[in-house]
């Protein structure tokens, strides 16, 4: 690694205990001791691309913006294996298994091993070639509580303070604001609300940030900021129920927005279930697609958390534009059905709302 004081390239053998042999002087990150892969440019070098110069990220956004570099993003069309590499091992099998058992005993106690173990990786070709590699999960190379005690503590234990825009403990609530709402964003993950407040994202954007369902004051326009995962549309469809009647806008992502080739973090860490009867029944979940439909009813989740900053900045913003420009547009008195699916698009993702009468029900 290269000495973040003197610029001199370090063996291992020349860093011992975190103090570079040229120098003399202490640094925080080692990348073949600390978890991350990183070192002290580095860390600095991702606060930077988190923050972009303007803005203010946690650690924990820190956090997925390392595991997003640790991570290869696979092709669109890029399978799990191939059928060269399934024929290939196939043959090494049964020639294996031929010698052994063409020998003796004691051949096959050495050979037996490799051509099963050959056998097996074979059919773990085969069966990859059917399968996309976009099907397969990122997996966290660092738990979020060691990458706290191992990179952020050590850090601030060696220079005293975090690089300019990152914070450790962002604001959790709002404080006074004087400005007049002209609409409510309703964020029920407190990390998100906690980059939004950091960002002074209320003030900018003259709106009201709440987390809690039962702070949306009455009349104003809503915009639902939400997680991508079953149980998170599941519960946009009953805070659209609760709020009946009132502008709602869903500013969550949809499946397709991070199937592959996006580079979007994909989780799959909870069991397969059917859709509640609620999300199945609501038209968003009808315009899905089976594909989407069997993403989400799989396990599979993207935290809005894990998304870059500054993108998951923009859609917030975007998101306040078309809640309070559908709050003040009219209704056209008769819109044909596909009228009424674009406009409804233009939206959000769970909003479908009625035509009417004259131009029929969406």
Known sequence: MICPHCQTDLLQRNRPGHRCSHCGKTFALDPKVEPGRLHDSKFRELVAKGTGGTLKITVEQLYWLNERRLHRFPDAMERQGTVVAGVTLTV???????????????????????????????LQQFVGSRRLKSESPLTPRVR????????????????????????EHPPTTAGPSTVKARAVVLCEVPSVAAFLRANDFPERQQVLLVTELAKVPAELPVVVLRDLSLV???????????????RVVDAGLAPRAVFAPAKAVRLHD???????????????????????????????????ITLPP?????????????????????????????????????????????APPAGGAG
């Open 270 to 304: 909870a069991p397969r279930r059917t859709a509640p009867w609620t999300l199945a029944a609501s038209p968003g979940w009808q315009r899905l697609t089976e594909q989407e439909r069997n993403w989400l009813t799989d396990g599979w989740d993207c935290p809005l």
């Open 232 to 246: 998170a549309l599941e519960r946009t469809v009953t805070i659209r129920a609760k709020l009946h009647g009132r």
């Open 310 to 354: 500054a993108k998951l900045l923009a859609l917030a913003e975007k998101a306040v534009g078309r809640a309070v420009q559908r709050a003040v547009a009219p209704v056209p008195a008769q819109e044909t059905p596909a009228q009424t699916r674009r406009r409804a698009e233009r939206i959000g993702f769970l909003s479908w709302p009625a």
């Open 144 to 167: 979020r509580n060691e990458f706290q005690r191992a990179v952020i503590d050590r850090w601030r234990a060696v220079y005293g303070t975090l690089p300019g825009g990152l914070l």
């Open 92 to 122: 090494v099998a049964v020639v294996a298994g031929a010698i052994a058992a063409g020998v003796g005993s004691f051949v096959w106690f050495l050979l037996g091993p490799v051509a099963l173990i050959a056998a097996a990786f074979a």
